[in-house]
Each structure stands twice: as C-alpha cells, then as structure tokens.
C-alpha cells in the first residue's frame, strides 16, 4: 500500500503563486510515477502534470504549461508543483497520484494506482 498527503493549497489572488506538495509513504519503492490532476466544481478531473520514475520524462497540460513546474525529490517520494501566474480557472481541488505498475499514458487517470485525498486551490480575480 502506498499513502500520499497533498498540503500547499490555499487562496490566492490571479497572478499569486502556490506551491503543493505531495508526499508518499508506505510502500514507496514500488512507485514508478507520480501524477498530479485538478478537478474543477462540476467538471471532469483533468490532468495537470506528471513525472516518470526514471525523472527523465515530464508531462504537462497545455493549460498550465509556462506557469506550473513539477520537480521530485531524489528519494522518490515527494513529488512538487510550483503554480505561478495562477488564474481563476486554476481553481479546483488537485490530487496526487502514484502509479506502481508502468503503465501510459500518464496523462490518463486509469494509469495510476493511488490516490491522494486533494487539496483545495482557490485563485480569485
């Protein structure tokens, strides 16, 4: 079994910045990648960014690209998103994900394993 606690989400204003963080326990040296995913109130979740195990490889969401940077710790177990330049539209409550079999596309939610109980960001105008 794999835990994974997000902390960092708030409010902000447009333009503000937030930096979330996702760490892993547990079973730890299963995981191979690390995801993370917003969902809006009333819309679908959505894929934000993501890191392959080897850390080579990183994914992000056109939306967010040039504003969010995904990074990862050298043990593998916390993954970070640094949101700059936050919208109104960023607002939504973003979840952490671990995948412990090799599977993609990483953007895709069926890929992952885990899941992480969400924390709330909020951006106002």
């Known amino acids: 079994q794999v835990q994974l606690v997000e902390s960092g989400g708030g409010s902000v204003q447009a333009g503000g910045s937030l930096r979330l963080s996702c760490a892993a326990s547990?079973?730890?040296?299963?995981?191979?990648?690390l995801g993370w995913f917003r969902q809006a109130p009333g819309k679908e979740r959505e894929f934000v960014s993501a890191?392959?195990?080897?850390?080579?490889?990183?994914y992000i969401a056109d939306s967010v690209k040039g504003r969010f940077t995904l990074s990862r710790d050298n043990a593998k177990t916390t993954v970070y998103l640094q949101m700059n330049s936050l919208k109104p539209e960023d607002t939504a409550v973003y979840s952490c994900?671990?995948?412990?079999?090799?599977?993609?596309?990483?953007?895709?939610?069926?890929?992952?394993?885990?899941w992480g109980q969400g924390t709330q960001v909020t951006v106002s105008s």
């Open positions: 547990g079973r730890t040296f299963n995981i191979l990648d």
């Open positions: 994900a671990a995948g412990i079999v090799s599977k993609r596309p990483l953007t895709r939610t069926v890929s992952y394993d885990y």
């Open positions: 890191i392959s195990s080897s850390g080579r490889s990183t």
